[in-house]
């Protein structure tokens, strides 16, 4: 065998772990500094989802769907329209919450509120992918970015094991977002129909 190709195997055979570290790292550098300029461009998100539940008691998969708006600075709602109605929104300091029955407001300071806001606005923003609330691992495959979040906290870490996205690299649009659970419960959202841009009716998070 060539001598050339002895060494090149020894190399790849050796230093393969620093070669995909150093490659993983520069896309990981790459894509958060992408997702940060394209929100610098963004000022609204309005979007379908579909979002399948799978319990580890349960055989048959929970499905709901709907529509989710997102407005700097931070106005959310999360608007499921079936199988039943029901809305979560987050505007300033306050929560609205109606469980297809009655319209509750509380105060968005709760830990649990707290986290899921930071979460949801950090995941759209790109802050959440070097907090270090979470050891985040970035891919690309194709012309998607594929995101690990693992929860460092350890109350946190106690729910959930890990967290999935998955980005059009592109556009840097959320397509695909899969929370796993530490009990084996498993919740999977995809997002389609997203436009950028388009919301100018603000009582849609204020609904009475």
């Keep these: 065998m060539n001598k050339h190709l002895i060494s090149a195997f020894l190399i790849m055979a050796l230093f393969?772990?620093?070669?995909?570290?150093?490659?993983?790292?520069?896309?990981?550098?790459?894509?958060?500094?992408?997702m940060k300029s394209s929100n610098d461009q963004i000022n609204s998100i309005a979007s379908d989802f579909v979002q399948e539940r799978s319990l580890s008691i349960m055989e048959d998969v929970?499905?709901?769907?709907?529509?989710?708006?997102?407005?700097?600075?931070?106005?959310?709602?999360?608007?499921?329209?079936?199988?039943?109605?029901?809305y979560f929104i987050l505007n300033g300091d306050k929560v609205i919450r109606f469980d297809g029955k009655k319209r509750k407001v509380v105060p968005a300071n709760s830990p649990q509120v707290a986290h899921f806001k930071e979460?949801?606005?950090?995941?759209?923003?790109?802050?959440?992918?070097?907090?270090?609330?979470?050891?985040?691992?970035?891919?690309?495959?194709?012309?998607?970015?594929?995101?690990?979040?693992?929860?460092q906290q350890k109350a946190m870490s106690k729910r959930i094991k890990k967290i999935h996205?998955?980005?059009?690299?592109?556009?840097?649009?959320?397509?695909?977002?899969?929370?796993?659970?530490?009990?084996?419960?498993?919740?999977?959202?995809?997002?389609?129909?997203?436009?950028?841009?388009t919301i100018t009716d603000l009582t849609i998070f204020n609904q009475e």
């Design 62 to 86: 929970l499905v709901s769907s709907g529509e989710f708006f997102y407005k700097k600075p931070g106005l959310m709602k999360w608007d499921q329209q079936q199988p039943s109605k029901y």
């Design 165 to 197: 996205l998955e980005f059009d690299y592109e556009k840097m649009i959320l397509l695909n977002l899969i929370l796993f659970e530490t009990d084996g419960d498993k919740t999977a959202i995809r997002f389609t129909n997203q436009k950028i841009n």
């Design 119 to 151: 979460f949801i606005i950090g995941a759209v923003s790109g802050s959440i992918f070097d907090n270090k609330l979470y050891n985040t691992e970035i891919n690309k495959v194709g012309n998607r970015a594929m995101v690990v979040l693992i929860p």
């Design 16 to 34: 393969p772990p620093l070669i995909f570290e150093s490659k993983a790292q520069d896309f990981k550098d790459e894509f958060i500094a992408r």
